[in-house]
């Protein structure tokens, strides 16, 4: 096996091309931001009902996957795994950027965003939101420090492996705090659900898994260097695993809650009813980002290629988006429950399903806190020795054979 | 923390500490800059008038309660100046009336509803700054000063009491600050609670003659309303989540 070689990604026209392209993205969020700060959330698909929207399924996603995305690294710092440790640092700058495009888009979406020193400094600890405000700068630090002592020259493994193990118990924290938002919500019937914690963690292991083998897989032939297929396609196993995991976890939340009669109506809304979120959860979450890609990465594992890998990947991130979109908006369609056994009447949508349609802004915002985060990716693969030179796996691995 | 309670300037401790002195800073500055209107927004200063000794509340008689009277929601309407203007999605609504119909019986009620100002208000524990705070009278309000706007009060309320501010606001009442990208919701009309007086819509409901909302402190067992709920059947709102709140409801 070579020693591995990180060497700075040289800024092809391509790469160019894709920071122009991220650029307008970031830009064109920038805009919709200063445009419902002017005229207030009202030119959003947002109200009293849907109180948060598709930017938080955006934000809430790109939170989600960035603790996902240190999978490869705490694999191999933690667990010992020597094949992915060339991949560790691109894992942790991964894991970083996708938290700050997430968090980019949760705090610009806030009624007031120029008050974000006041959620700085002024804290309520009984809320969650206020521990992950907390949780959320930490990751920054601790993968921040994590990222350091991988590239600096004569630093121990021992220091290595201890601070990828804090690394490893934060970002644990961190999604338990991400889950828990929805989990601790005792009020509403789609939430209130101690599983939301868990579900969130094994939710975190796929989507940012899948994000980083659709990046890695997109990165490296951009860049003119070479990805192994066996490696590709042990990354590719372990997310078939995890995709299932997540169905697990899903088909026990559900089940939990149809055994309860009263959560039975909310149950019918989302299972049965026929509306956007049945359609999201059959169609989007559990067949498009659930069974089949499950299948297409374990049937026949051995003989995986890079490209189902990748395709798996695209289609496990679009079913994520439409399992966070059927949580968080699905969760607030379905009315609360004030009045059991009653009908419900009122000019303020009791009793009601409650409609939602985002604007051009909210895609706007969304879109650019996943442009923001592609574009720290790139500054980092650029400025900084992130990405190996080879990841053939002969070289990873001397017992693979070359290709 | 325990805001100190201050009833009025004179009782005012001579050295602030740092901490409460920027508290009040806004609220300062805010007078200096308009003389005469009080500009709180429900921060230190509104706190700092409650009585811990007290708690605040409501009975609503449901069978007292006319399905087509909206008294009330006028009278908080004209109060707070807040209003609707034909849009039911986004326009806020600081009281609203219920029109309900069992599903089996087929009995049908009608009632106001707001904030219940729970004891155990999961508004409040769920606010990341501590914008969202519980009076040591029982009243739950929003310190306007320090909300972000992040909402996570309104998923968590369990009674949909909570309206955002989705556009600017014009003719605001100097004693309901308002502002766009702020969370709000009744106050139990803090400012006639806090000179003796009594929240606008319990006054106009006495006006129509209906008399269905008595208020009152739930903590003196001489009071009218503590009499009321010892010796009638009442209960509150998804009683399930112990919140217990203040507005309690009879003949429901």
């Known amino acids: 096996m070579d020693r591995t070689v990180y060497r700075e990604v040289k800024p092809t026209p391509a790469i160019w091309l894709m920071a122009v392209i991220a650029a307008a993205f970031v830009g064109a969020a920038g805009l919709a931001v200063l445009y419902i700060e002017h005229h207030g959330h009202i030119v959003t698909g947002m109200n009293n009902q849907i109180v948060w929207g598709l930017p938080h399924v955006f934000a809430i996603f790109l939170i989600v996957a960035a603790s996902g995305a240190l999978n490869v690294a705490s694999i191999a710092s933690v667990f010992g795994k020597i094949e992915n440790k060339p991949m560790a640092r691109y894992s942790g700058l991964l894991s970083i950027a996708l938290l700050a495009g997430g968090l980019a888009v949760l705090v610009l979406d806030l009624g007031r965003p120029d008050r974000l020193i006041v959620a700085m400094t002024t804290y309520n600890f009984t809320s969650i939101f206020a521990w992950n405000v907390i949780l959320y700068n930490g990751f920054f630090a601790v993968v921040g420090a994590y990222l350091f002592v991988q590239m600096a020259r004569n630093i121990s493994p021992k220091v290595v492996r201890s601070v990828g193990t804090a690394a490893f118990v934060w970002r644990l924290a961190l999604t338990t705090g991400t889950g828990s938002i929805f989990g601790w919500l005792v009020a509403r019937p789609g939430y209130d659900a101690a599983i939301m914690a868990p579900l969130f963690i094994i939710m975190s292991f796929s989507f940012g898994l899948a994000f980083f083998i659709l990046v890695l897989g997109t990165t490296f032939p951009m860049t003119g260097r070479y990805i192994g297929p066996n490696l590709v396609k042990r990354l590719g196993r372990l997310l078939g695993v995890f995709a299932v995991a997540v169905l697990y976890f899903t088909a026990i939340r559900h089940l939990t809650n149809l055994y309860a009669a009263e959560h039975a109506d909310f149950e019918y809304f989302i299972l049965f009813s026929g509306s956007i979120y049945t359609k999201l959860f059959w169609i989007g979450q559990v067949l498009i980002g659930g069974v089949i890609p499950a299948a297409m990465l374990l049937r026949h594992a051995e003989n995986t290629t890079k490209g189902q890998v990748i395709l798996a990947s695209v289609l496990i991130i679009i079913g994520g988006f439409a399992h966070l979109y059927g949580i968080i908006i699905g969760g607030q369609a379905f009315p609360l429950e004030i009045f059991p056994m009653y009908e419900v009447t009122s000019t303020f949508a009791d009793g009601q399903i409650n409609g939602y349609t985002p604007t051009i802004y909210e895609w706007a915002l969304g879109m650019g806190g996943v442009a923001l985060a592609v574009m720290i990716a790139g500054m980092g693969v650029v400025a900084l020795r992130i990405l190996p030179m080879n990841l053939s796996d002969r070289n990873i691995d001397p017992t693979e054979p070359d290709f | ?252």
């Open chain 2, 1 to 252: 923390m325990k805001l100190p309670a201050l009833n009025n300037k004179s009782e005012r401790p001579a050295e602030l500490n740092r901490r409460e002195f920027f508290k009040s800073g806004a609220a300062v500055a805010s007078v200096t800059l308009a003389p005469g209107v009080t500009l709180m927004a429900f921060g230190g200063e509104a706190s700092a008038n409650a009585d811990p000794g007290k708690r605040w509340g409501m009975l609503i008689d449901v069978n007292k309660c006319s399905t087509d009277c909206n008294a009330c929601v006028t009278a908080c309407s004209e109060e707070n100046g807040w209003k609707l203007d034909g849009n039911p999605e986004t326009d806020p609504q600081w009281i609203r009336k219920i029109d309900l119909k069992h599903k089996e019986t087929g009995r049908e009620a009608s009632l106001p509803m707001m904030c219940q100002h729970c004891e155990e208000p999961p508004c409040v524990d769920v606010c990341p700054t501590g914008a969202s705070f519980k009076r040591v009278d029982g009243i739950v309000l929003v310190d306007k000063h320090i909300c972000i706007g992040c909402r996570y009060c309104m998923m968590a309320c369990p009674f949909k009491a909570r309206s955002f501010v989705h556009e600017a606001v014009e003719d605001q009442k100097s004693n309901a600050p308002r502002g766009k990208g702020t969370v709000e919701s009744c106050t139990l009309c803090v400012h006639r609670v806090d000179k003796g007086g009594t929240p606008a819509c319990v006054e106009s409901c006495s006006a129509t003659g209906n008399g269905a909302m008595m208020f009152g402190d739930l903590n003196d067992p001489n009071s009218e309303i503590a009499q009321a709920l010892k010796n009638y059947p009442s209960m509150g709102l998804r009683d399930d989540l112990r919140v217990n709140p203040g507005i309690r409801y009879t003949n429901l």
